[in-house]
């Protein structure tokens, strides 16, 4: 077996950076193809006028994640991007007019609840706690692993977490267990409002989801200073400077395979070989576009599984700022049921949605020019059914414009002076999600974390994935312990220094 593998990534993503760096560092020879001519896939960035925005992600959790693969390239994260706490995690705003701010302080949290609601601060806090019990009992095994390998299923921690199955609460919904913390609806529907950090139905996805709310407010939400779109340009910094090369702009047409072993990949006419391939693209993509071949067991399980949800999103450069509004702001729909029935049993835009705004100009002034602020507003939406996108986003956007101009009391489309729009069959068409969806599958099922696209591949002999369709799941932490544990797969593989 030769020492220094060859290995291909496909798509400079989160996932595919992070897997690089890991790579690179144990003494692969790694390149990284990216169809773009920028890095970062959905944690990208819009930039005219004046405005930036980041493109999709904006708040940034456990970061513990992001500091390893900068430690473990021998660098300081603080010279390249400054993460910071935030003290507002984010101000919810009800169709009641009550208006809410979450503090990542947790007595300065529970003050509010006291205050606002008819649930005590002592509630939440124990509730909290409970939340802290589902991560304790989960993460080693279904974060940091890959807990379908035999040496993780018959570790102590695996025999830990059957053992204590009821703290991990899967039978009941996320909804359900909410319910049972809160009297208070306002509560209920804040705390079901994480299942969408993973394209989720709190209604349906099982209550172990209440792990993300532990992440949260036990362990930080973060703003990056200089804007999510510098972390992927900073990850491609220390992976050149650890050998790693990049090919922009150049799109991976097939993965090339020789009896279900592959071979090497196509980017135009020719076939380069390399000795194993990381598809940081969705899986679906992969077995539907680059393979060509979807009858495998991995991808028949893979097509059968429902996509999460998508969203739209408005990049909006706004005159003047509004003061009632923080950095981070939900406008919450008045019920939230069947919002999530039109967005995943009708497959529609919800006709009274949840509104997400979120200004980096807030924290960094030269996202705006002056006397302006960026504003990025989204709801979440089907993946795409072939809806009608462009009357959906019509409809969704005098939807949006009305709701947030009663709730501030201002003429919002009057002070619209620049605007970019992304629907789901652009973020299909922009990184190669199936369907547009924002995390691959959903977890509407207690059974999802199971059928995720594992790290390596059964059917394909030297095919691995990372990313958000592959374990363990989207968001950014999780996508890029998604290539720490493929990086992790290849490099015990071929025996590489870890
Ligand atoms: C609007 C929006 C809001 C979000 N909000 C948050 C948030 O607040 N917090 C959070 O943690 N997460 C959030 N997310 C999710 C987060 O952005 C993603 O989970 C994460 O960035 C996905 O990383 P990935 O590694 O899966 O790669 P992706 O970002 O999916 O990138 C895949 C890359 O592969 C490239 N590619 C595709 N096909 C090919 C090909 N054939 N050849 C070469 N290259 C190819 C693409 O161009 C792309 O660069 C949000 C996402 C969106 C879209």
Not at 78 to 85: P, V, W
Not at 230 to 257: M, N, Q, W
Not at 377 to 395: A, L
Request: net charge positive.
């Amino acid at each position: 077996m030769a020492t220094s593998p060859s290995i291909a990534i496909i798509g400079a993503g989160l996932g595919g950076l992070a897997a690089s760096i890991y790579l690179a560092r144990a003494g692969a020879r790694v390149t990284v193809y990216e169809q773009n001519v920028f890095p970062g896939g959905k944690a990208g960035i819009v930039q005219d006028n004046g405005f930036r925005f980041d493109s999709g992600p904006s708040l940034l959790t456990m970061p513990f994640v992001l500091q390893d693969i900068f430690t473990h390239a021998g660098k300081n994260i603080a010279e390249y991007l400054t993460l910071e706490k935030l003290k507002i995690l984010c101000r919810y705003f009800y169709p009641d007019g009550t208006t809410l701010d979450a503090f990542s302080d947790p007595d300065e949290f529970a003050d509010e609840i006291d205050r606002l609601s008819i649930d005590t601060g002592r509630q939440v806090r124990r509730y909290l706690d409970y939340c802290q019990k589902i991560y304790h009992h989960t993460a080693d095994l279904f974060l940091f692993k890959d807990f379908r390998e035999l040496k993780t299923l018959v570790s102590l921690p695996a025999l830990k977490t059957l053992l204590n199955l009821h703290r991990i609460d899967p039978f009941r919904t996320m909804h359900k267990a909410n319910a049972s913390f809160f009297a208070d609806d306002k509560i209920v529907q804040l705390f079901d409002r994480y299942a969408t950090y993973n394209g989720s139905n709190p209604y349906r996805a099982p209550a172990t989801l209440n792990i993300i709310q532990h992440v949260e407010y036990n362990l930080g939400g973060y703003i990056v200073k200089e804007g999510i779109h510098r972390i992927p340009a900073a990850l491609v910094e220390i992976a050149r400077e650890l050998g790693v090369s990049f090919c922009f702009d150049t799109k991976v047409h097939k993965i090339a395979y020789s009896n279900n072993s592959i071979t090497g990949l196509t980017t135009g006419e020719s076939t380069i070989h390399y000795d194993c391939i990381v598809s940081n693209v969705d899986a679906g993509y992969t077995y539907a576009h680059l393979l060509n071949a979807v009858y495998g067991r991995e991808a028949r399980r893979y097509f059968k599984q429902e996509p999460s949800s998508s969203a739209i999103v408005f990049y909006w450069g706004i005159k003047g700022r509004t003061d009632r509004l923080d950095t981070h702001n939900i406008f919450f729909s008045k019920n939230y049921k069947s919002e999530f029935n039109d967005i995943f049993a009708r497959r529609k835009c919800p006709g009274d949605p949840t509104i997400y705004v979120y200004i980096s100009s807030r924290f960094n002034k030269s996202d705006a020019p002056d006397g302006h602020e960026n504003w990025f507003v989204m709801i979440n939406t089907p993946f795409d059914s072939g809806q009608d996108w462009e009357n959906e986003t019509r409809r969704m956007r005098k939807v949006i414009i009305e709701k947030l101009s009663t709730a501030l009391r201002k003429d919002i489309a009057a002070r619209i002076v620049f605007e970019k729009i992304l629907t789901p069959r652009l973020i299909e068409y922009q990184t190669g999600s199936l369907r547009g969806s924002l995390y691959g599958i959903s977890s509407n099922s207690r059974f999802a974390a199971f059928l995720r696209q594992r790290n390596a591949s059964r059917d394909w002999r030297r095919l691995y994935f990372c990313g958000g369709s592959a374990h363990p799941g989207g968001g950014m932490p999780l996508v890029m312990l998604s290539g720490k544990i493929t990086a992790g797969k290849i490099i015990h593989r071929y025996g590489l220094r870890s």
